[in-house]
């Protein structure tokens, strides 16, 4: 292995351990890697010095998902009790689930529209007559306290809910989808409270001004709504419905999440099949046709719904014409006709895109780093957010209050609060437009402006300030998404672009309509910054109504990424790696072929007898230096000391309701049991099983004996140790495990891997990189 690159973890628990390694005289073994030694004047000095945040790290505290079911005896008895017309039933169940999925996520985006839309309206309807009123008398400086100081009020009741009540609200929640859909169990990700929080604080940071949207919020609260329904109790709540108990295992509940980010997606831009592409290119490991149906089908629910509910709000009940949060306006044939030789134009702006969108990457990326490092106090976050804001519309005032752009107040204008300021009657400050709005109503204003409607100067400052308030945005302690913010940023100077393409051209009619450059400016900048390709082609199109552009948005997302990956990840990897999240990729490290499964595996592995000893499982179980939780369950030959044959694999979720329980061969014996246990009593205690320190053991039941067999899965899957990295991969990755037995010719257990061992490989700027692990 000597053409990896090794990385030393600075975490305090390593240092720790090389401490007391060096004390011993011993090497120190991390998951079956050897690290150096360390010598005292070494560990001195790495211990005064300051301890940075180090994302060449994967972090221990994530456990994997069980996506493989458990086929054990209790599992293979139920089926095969269940008679075709179940299995229909339970079909059937889960088309219902999947439509209640979509009308919930649909009623919550309603819900966010509409108190979005008012209390975003009585702000401006307030500010602006403030700024008309002492535009004529003088003193402005007071209608910028008031925007300031409203900003700031409302996004710190939005950032103290994130940041004391619910952290993992924060942001978009896109990553922690991507990665619970990748087989990683981030801890309350699809909780009741996440919901509420993040309902509630995406509508004070979206009134608050930030430079953000509430579209990339919805696709993580149709996930919490997909969690929640399709269990049939809420766990937060201790109320069980006692229906869909069948569903209470991650197989089923992934798929269900699936579906609850697609209608995120479908009721966000209007767009299902889009939604349904998200799922298949961000999210899901595993897919079928059915379930494919399915997420359509939730898909297309959320959307009408959304649809529905607004026109009756909107008293125009019938009018199916908002499908979704965003809605960019019909792009007419007549007015985004694009020649041939434009493709190339195109192609360049994708281009320019990628580069941009990279660099807003980057810096989010060292601003982040900065984050973790000095700003991980919740006080501190809720004053970060409160200045970003207050900044904010400090930023938007004085770029209003310094613009001379002044445009006619045509009839054909649809500008929702136009600010005169020291323009003349009858015109209003065109800067006013993109900042003075909910970002939304910008990029659609951007969209469909008439030509002329934007001055050069105005476009090109507006982009310049938005990128860098966007940027410093993302990543704050706050419930919010990157799409719209990119959106904006991207239709600004796309727009630039078409209106300096005009001036330079000597025949004007050639590039007429800037909106279609702001169209394809906004597809290269989100492009740019999130990596999407397929699905984002999809809803962009599905969003604006016209599938002409469908070649050119596809060309400049492709552009965009090609430019932006030669750089910098996209904006959600480098998030999920700086929170050390072991998330697999959908192919192994370009150049692993010559690594094999036993150089990956951990060993050695803790085994279990096929009967064994109930103190000796409660032993297994309470050591906290391993937390191992799975175990091969072996057949010990008599009188040999070699590891034992595999029969078999547990859980620990498995052997604590067992414990729980007191399954023990004695009771069984002695008829003090009460009934045989049963699939259910697994089910019920999913998700949140005890932990193992709230289970009393007597000394008289740790001499007991517990017999495994009837609850192990007796058909893990297995490698031998001569298999390739890549093979091991393809095999984990496809089938969703979350733990694959390595075996020798004789099937005895030589090792175990789990997504950790595979995770730690990566491509590097010097080839494969080995992370280390550690427990942060």
């Known amino acids: 292995m000597a053409n990896i690159t090794k990385k030393v973890s600075w975490s305090s628990r390593a240092d720790d351990s090389a401490a007391a390694a060096a004390e011993e005289g011993t090497p120190l073994l991390l998951n079956g890697s050897e690290q150096r030694r360390f010598s005292r004047q070494e560990l001195s000095r790495s211990q005064t010095r300051e301890i940075p945040h ?89 209608s910028l306290i008031l ?30 989808i991507k990665c619970y859909l990748n087989g990683v169990k981030i ?78 997606v479908s009721a966000a831009f209007g767009a299902p099949v889009g939604g349904v592409l998200f799922s298949l290119e961000e999210g899901a490991s595993f897919w079928n046709q059915m379930l494919t149906w399915r997420i359509f089908f939730a898909s297309m629910i959320s959307t009408f719904t959304l649809n529905f509910f607004l026109s009756v709000y909107n008293k125009k009940t019938g009018d199916l014409s908002n499908p979704g949060l965003i809605n960019f306006g019909r792009f007419e044939s007549e007015s985004v006709e694009y020649n041939f030789y434009e493709i190339p134009l195109f192609i360049v702006m994708g281009a320019i895109g990628g580069f941009l969108g990279a660099l807003f990457n980057r810096l989010n990326y060292w601003l982040t780093i900065f984050r973790i490092r000095y700003i991980h106090r919740p006080c501190l976050q809720v004053m970060e957010a409160m200045l970003v804001a207050a900044v904010t519309a400090t930023v938007s005032f004085t770029m209003i209050y310094f613009s ?14 136009p ?93 007429a309509d800037p909106g279609k450059y702001a169209l394809i400016g906004a597809a290269a900048q989100l492009g740019g910054i999130v990596r999407m390709t397929l699905s984002l082609t999809v809803i962009m199109v599905e969003a604006t109504g016209n599938v002409t552009y469908g070649l050119p948005i596809m060309l400049v997302l492709m552009t965009a990424k090609i430019v932006g990956d030669y750089v910098i990840e996209g904006l959600y990897d480098i998030h999920i790696k ?30 279990l007898n096929r009967l064994e000893k109930v103190g000796t499982i409660v032993d297994t179980l309470s050591n906290t230096s391993t937390n191992h939780n799975g175990f091969p369950v072996v057949v010990q030959a008599l009188g040999n000391d070699e590891p034992g044959k595999l029969c078999g694999l547990i859980l620990r979720s498995q052997l604590i309701v067992l414990l729980k329980h007191k399954v023990f061969v004695e009771l069984a014996r002695s008829r003090l049991t009460q009934r045989k246990l049963q699939l259910k009593d697994f089910r019920d205690a999913y998700p949140r099983f005890p932990p ?24 893990p899957y297995t490698v031998p140790q001569d298999t390739s990295l890549p093979r091991v991969f393809k095999l984990f990755r496809a089938l969703g495990l979350r733990h694959l037995v390595v075996v020798d010719d004789e099937n005895r257990v030589v090792g175990l891997v789990t997504r950790k061992d595979l995770a730690r490989y990566h491509m590097g700027k010097h080839g494969l990189e080995e992370l280390q692990l550690a427990q942060t």
């Open 692 to 715: 193992i320190q709230s289970i009393h053991v007597s000394q008289d039941e740790r001499e007991c004996m517990m017999d495994l067999t009837e609850f192990m899965n007796p058909t």
């Open 54 to 142: 180090n994302e060449k790290l994967l972090s221990l505290k994530y456990e994997g998902l069980d996506y493989d079911n458990i086929e054990n005896q209790l599992f293979l008895e139920e089926e095969r009790r269940m008679s075709p017309m179940s299995f229909r039933c339970l079909e059937i169940s889960r088309w219902v689930v999947c439509g209640l999925i979509g009308f919930l996520t649909g009623l919550i985006a309603c819900f966010i529209d509409i108190v979005v839309e008012n209390l975003a309206g009585l702000k401006y309807q307030v500010i602006k007559k403030n700024i008309d009123n002492f535009t004529e008398t003088g003193g402005l400086s007071i």
């Open 187 to 264: 801890p309350r990700v699809v909780r009741l409270k996440t919901l509420l929080v993040k309902v509630f604080g995406v509508i004070c940071s979206v009134v608050g001004g930030l430079a953000v949207g509430k579209e990339g919020p919805m696709i993580h609260s149709g996930a919490v709504v997909a969690a929640g329904v399709s269990q049939g109790r809420s766990t937060s709540l201790k109320r069980d419905f006692k229906i869909f108990e069948y569903f209470r295992r991650d197989t089923e509940k992934r798929d269900f999440v699936s579906a609850g980010a697609a209608a995120g």
């Open 578 to 607: 700086l929170q050390s999240v072991p998330f697999l990729h959908w192919e192994a490290p370009a150049t692993s072929h010559w690594l094999t499964a036993r150089e990956v595996m951990s060993s050695p592995v803790t085994c």
């Open 404 to 417: 001379n752009d002044c445009q006619p107040l045509a009839p054909e204008n649809n500008e929702e609060y």
């Open 147 to 176: 925007w300031g100081g409203f900003n700031a009020a409302v996004v710190m009741l939005g950032s103290i809910l994130v940041a004391f009540f619910e952290p993992i609200a924060g942001g978009s929640g896109i990553p922690q």
């Open 419 to 511: 600010l005169q300021l020291f323009c003349s009657d009858g015109e209003y400050n065109a800067m006013a437009t993109a900042f003075f709005n909910t970002p939304e109503r910008s990029v659609r204003s951007l969209f469909h402006n008439q030509p002329g409607s934007y001055n050069p100067l105005t476009l090109g400052l507006f982009t310049l300030t938005y990128f860098f308030l966007a940027c410093w945005t993302y990543g704050l302690a706050v419930s919010a998404g990157v799409f719209i913010p990119s959106l904006l940023i991207g239709a600004a100077w796309g727009r630039l672009c078409g209106i300096l393409l005009a001036s330079f051209s000597p025949n004007v009619s050639l590039f």
